[in-house]
């Protein structure tokens, strides 16, 4: 499997504050996926990275920003965390933008 | 947009059981169709990925079969067992590299 790691592994905040999620794949992966994941939704994307500070957004982009300053970095950030954005977060990677993706092991936000 | 759905939602067997999970998909534009497993509180693993020129693909106890023009895929499990208790999400990239996931068939198999 994929070396990807995700940190924190847990977050409690507050709303109104800025959270800043870490994903760090050692696959050398071209390509990078934020993905929420919450109930009856199922995974939703909420951007992605084709290459090093080349970003896209997904699905459900509003209140999110990302940066990928290296190959192995993708960090999500949320600038004023809202109750809403409650959810699990995960991150994925993959060779190329129809490939096998292989996933992190989620980050679980809770905004208070 | 890309709708992708899974039918049924849950799904108890007793173990040895053969079953058949169901995804469906509204855009027949895709470039393949990803099967995933999901284990309560980790990420997601890959099982299988079909091609879209391709009609079938074989893992095991695992058979994932893909019919474009009618949009529906079918993960085909074999001979169940405890272990295989997990959730199953597809999933279907499109042309702008944006992937879409049905939100899962959560399967119980009963020892």
């Known amino acids: 499997d994929a070396g990807i790691t995700q940190s924190p592994r847990h977050k409690v905040t507050e709303t109104g504050t800025p959270v800043t999620l870490r994903c760090h794949q050692t696959?050398?992966?071209?390509?990078m996926y934020w993905y929420r994941q919450d109930p009856g939704h199922g995974l939703r994307l909420i951007h992605y990275?084709?290459?090093?500070?080349?970003?896209d957004k997904g699905e459900v982009s509003d209140g999110y920003s990302v940066s990928r300053s290296k190959t192995e970095d993708f960090l999500l950030t949320l600038e004023s965390a809202t109750s809403s954005q409650t959810s699990v977060y995960f991150c994925?990677?993959?060779?190329?933008?129809?490939?096998?993706?292989?996933f992190g092991p989620g980050t679980r936000l809770t905004v208070l | 947009k890309q709708e992708v759905t899974q039918i049924p939602a849950a799904l108890s067997v007793p173990e040895g059981e053969n079953l058949v999970l169901n995804c469906s998909f509204t855009?027949?534009?895709?470039?393949?169709l990803q099967w995933f497993r999901q284990d309560p509180g980790k990420g997601l693993t890959s099982l299988l990925l079909?091609?879209?020129?391709?009609r079938e693909q074989t893992s095991g106890r695992l058979n994932a079969s893909l019919d474009k023009s009618s949009g529906r895929s079918t993960l085909y499990i074999a001979a169940s067992q405890p272990g295989d208790s997990a959730t199953y999400l597809c999933?279907?990239?499109?042309?702008?590299?944006?992937?879409?996931f049905g939100t899962g068939t959560s399967l119980t198999v009963i020892p």
């Open positions: 855009d027949s534009a895709i470039y393949n």
């Open positions: 079909i091609q879209s020129s391709q």
């Open positions: 994925a990677s993959s060779s190329g933008g129809i490939d096998t993706q292989y």
């Open positions: 696959e050398n992966h071209r390509y």
């Open positions: 990275s084709y290459g090093v500070k080349d970003t």
């Open positions: 999933a279907a990239p499109n042309t702008g590299n944006q992937f879409y």
